[in-house]
């Protein structure tokens, strides 16, 4: 719910008449009065103050919402009870009440709360990332944990990501040879969107299909936030028009991969060769699987595994750029370890512990997920002594747990030694920092993007020099937030890079050697 949005919210208010105003706030009265019969007794968490009508939603009108949330927290606990319009919402920002809902109490709040771009994009939640708590959500799960991202498929794609990771090499350095300048979130995006592709459907979907590249660019970058899911009698009149926008965006996307399935199936039955089934093979093999299953379960891939990683590797990139001693112990232990006459593979990352301490540091600093996805209470509970009815939406902002003073030392600063020779990782054993969040809707995809972003890091760092654009240090480098899909760096990281190993090196890997 970035500032635009909340302007969205604004706008859309403003533009009611007296009419309007009055019959909104008709209902409004009514719905409240409907609540508090069904939500009879209980003691609530603590909540801030409270409009009529619009409940919390000034409170997140200015400013970036986890930043916001974080605040509310520091002045009123850890667990704080919001209305926005007419959603109930527990904000948790503390690790040992997210532990009590991710792990203790996990199958009451495992489920996801109706969402019109659920509706609109995702056919009601028939994918996994939209689906409640069901047996669609079982079997989506499922076949995403063992067909796509188990770590034996992980470690089949790895060919793949060295492959793709020279391309993005190969451009960054033919643009450097030039001195010209590269945008490192638009090559890395380019790269993961190609990667995707190729792992669902063997095609690199970048180079074949510029819709598919628009579609997911529109799709990231229009806000998600739409008024009507929080005042839903609004939804059949669409006042900010978000509703028909996801619509129209829903069919354009089914029409896109319409296209694609069927340029697949007429591939395969052309073809008589014993090729390694891809994802796409499998999800069309699965007799009870509808075709638009196949689509939005394909979709989730697109959208949660394309920008996660590339965002966090420039945050990682970043933060080295701001702290020079890191990135010289992060080089020179690459080089340690792997020497100058040849490139990182991912064998190696086990070894480099300085670089997976910087990884996991990056995602305590920068969760790109910093509220999670919505989580959703199926019955009445308690939490932390707290009554918390059914159908309350849970948002856990893992941006302020991993910068919580009462557990970070020094939490605003970028510190890998944090991480060496300490027991606590990222993947969700340890409440203290949950970039992938944990329990049943732990990210699926954490195996795949804790290599993936290692070995750009590590390729990055090792065989590739950065310069910054002139009259700018590595203090210059801003770490302004976008909250969008992704917790994202706001301005873009401009880099020349060039090569940093000996030229035989790259030549060595396939890559072109023209001089510098
Ligand atoms: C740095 C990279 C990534 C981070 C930090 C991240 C983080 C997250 C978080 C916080 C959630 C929400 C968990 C919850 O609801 O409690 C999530 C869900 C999800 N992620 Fe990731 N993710 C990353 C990369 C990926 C990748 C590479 C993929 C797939 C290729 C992926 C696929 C998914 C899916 C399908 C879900 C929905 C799971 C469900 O609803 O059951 N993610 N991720």
Not at 237 to 263: A, C, T, W
Not at 354 to 369: D, F, M, N, S, W
């Amino acid at each position: 719910m970035g500032k635009t949005n909340m302007e969205g919210l604004i706008g859309v208010l403003k533009s009611w008449s007296v009419h309007t105003v009055a019959a909104v706030v008709f209902l409004y009265i009514l719905l409240k009065i409907l609540k508090r019969g069904r939500h009879k007794s209980g003691r609530r968490p603590p909540a801030p103050p409270c409009w009529p009508l619009i409940g919390h939603f000034h409170h997140l009108i200015s400013g970036l919402p986890h930043h916001n949330l974080a605040k509310i927290a520091e002045k009123y606990g850890p667990i704080v009870w919001l209305e926005l319009g007419a959603a109930s919402v527990v904000v948790v920002s503390s690790s040992d009440i997210a532990k009590e809902i991710l792990k203790t109490q996990d199958h009451i709040f495992a489920s996801r709360p109706p969402a019109i771009l659920g509706e609109m994009l995702f056919a009601n939640g028939l994918d996994l990332l939209f689906s409640p708590l069901n047996d669609n959500f079982r079997e989506a799960r499922k076949i995403f944990t063992t067909e796509l991202l188990s770590q034996q498929r992980i470690d089949s794609f790895q060919d793949l990501r060295r492959e793709f990771f020279s391309t993005t090499m190969q451009r960054a350095f033919e643009e450097g040879d030039a001195n010209r300048f590269i945008n490192l979130a638009e090559i890395m995006h380019e790269q993961f969107m190609s990667l995707s592709t190729r792992m669902l459907y063997g095609k690199d979907g970048r180079a074949h299909s510029k819709q598919l590249v628009e579609f997911i660019r529109i799709l990231t970058t229009t806000g998600w936030f739409v008024v009507e899911e929080y005042f839903p009698f609004l939804k059949p009149f669409d006042p900010s028009g978000q509703v028909k926008r996801l619509k129209n965006l829903g069919e354009n996307y089914f029409h896109l991969m319409d296209s694609v399935i069927d340029q697949h199936l007429k591939e395969n039955s052309n073809s008589n060769s014993n090729r390694e089934q891809n994802f796409l093979d499998v999800l069309l093999a699965m007799s009870n699987f509808t075709r638009v299953q196949v689509k939005v379960l394909l979709l989730d891939i697109l959208l949660a595994g394309g920008d996660t990683s590339p965002d966090t590797i420039v945050w990682a990139i970043a933060e080295l750029l701001r702290h020079p001693d890191v990135m010289e112990r992060l080089q020179n232990e690459l080089d340690d370890v792997i020497g100058k006459e040849r490139l990182v593979e991912e064998e190696d990352l086990k070894k480099l512990e300085y670089l997976q301490a910087v990884v996991k540091e990056t995602l305590r600093l920068h969760p790109i997920g910093a509220l999670g996805v919505p989580h959703f209470s199926t019955e009445a509970t308690k939490v932390a002594g707290y009554d918390i009815p059914a159908s309350t939406r849970v948002m856990i902002n893992l941006y302020a747990i991993g910068r919580d003073p009462k557990v970070w030392e020094n939490p605003q600063k970028f510190d890998p030694l944090r991480f060496l020779n300490s027991p606590i990782d990222v993947k969700g054993q340890h409440y203290e920092v949950l970039p992938f969040s944990s329990g049943r809707r732990k990210c699926p995809g954490m195996n795949l993007a804790l290599v993936s972003v290692a070995y750009n890091i590590a390729q990055l760092v090792h065989a590739c020099s950065f310069s910054l654009p002139e009259g700018m240090t590595g203090l210059d480098v801003d770490l302004e937030e976008s909250f969008g899909t992704t917790l994202c760096k706001r301005n873009p990281l401009n880099l020349l890079l060039k090569r940093r190993l000996p030229t035989h090196v790259y030549g060595k890997a396939g890559l072109s050697v023209s001089a510098q």
